[in-house]
């Protein structure tokens, strides 16, 4: 019987949790911005191989917390408000690669050469179940923080171990480098992030006890 009432929509939990799902799952003029700005930043640090510049990116990215929201709908079985947070992840995907490629192709003009690929690059194109497993324990700390006031700033820290930014400028940067292998490796390891954190929040969820009374 309990296993089914963590499944069951109670008033409370919406009530508790609505803040965040409203704070993080729309999509926002902040939103896009710090989209736009830490794209522009990895792409960057990316092309110049420089790994300090490309987590400086991934400290204002804001992608990481629409995946709880989606997550978090799912659990307490509020489908209708998926619309807001699947949007939200879609359109940021987007920018983010075509902000990306962008970059790419700026620097094309600006060296008057193709872009080569870096070490940094090359690194974000090898996909590997160890990168969802990264993923997966990203998923279950960033939600434990999602739900958490007091330690709600730390999903920024999260945000850059499970690092969704670089394989979506990467891919960005092999449309601006005509590299289409590294293109298609760059999104498995971007897809292998998103389900690796939407499993892991999913878990945390039901271990934090939503669908029941967590406010104690």
Not at 50 to 74: D, E, Q, R, W
Not at 205 to 215: A, H, K, T, W, Y
């Amino acid at each position: 019987n309990t296993m089914f009432n963590i499944f069951s929509p109670s008033a409370r939990i919406r009530s508790h949790a609505g803040k965040q799902l409203e704070k993080y799952s729309s999509p926002s003029k902040d939103f896009f911005t710090l989209i736009i700005l830490s794209s522009a930043i990895v792409s960057l640090g990316l092309i110049l191989n420089n790994s300090a510049i490309i987590i400086g990116g991934m400290l204002v990215a804001p992608l990481i917390t629409p995946i709880f929201g989606f997550s978090l709908n799912i659990l307490i079985l509020r489908f209708r408000e998926l619309g807001k947070p699947l949007l939200s992840i879609l359109l940021g995907t987007m920018s983010a690669v075509i902000i990306s490629a962008l970059i790419g192709y700026l620097a094309n003009f600006i060296d008057g050469s193709s872009l080569k690929a870096t070490n940094e690059i090359i690194s974000r194109v090898q996909p590997d179940i160890f990168y969802f497993l990264v993923a997966f324990f990203s998923g279950l700390a960033g939600s434990y923080a999602y739900v958490s006031e007091k330690i709600s700033a730390s999903v920024t820290g999260i945000a850059i171990s499970v690092a969704l930014i670089p394989p979506l400028a990467v891919a960005g940067l092999s449309i601006a480098m005509q590299n289409w292998n590294h293109l298609e490796s760059s999104l498995i390891l971007y897809l292998l992030n998103l389900i690796g954190i939407f499993f892991g929040s999913i878990i945390m969820f039901i271990i934090l006890g939503f669908g029941q009374d967590i406010e104690n």
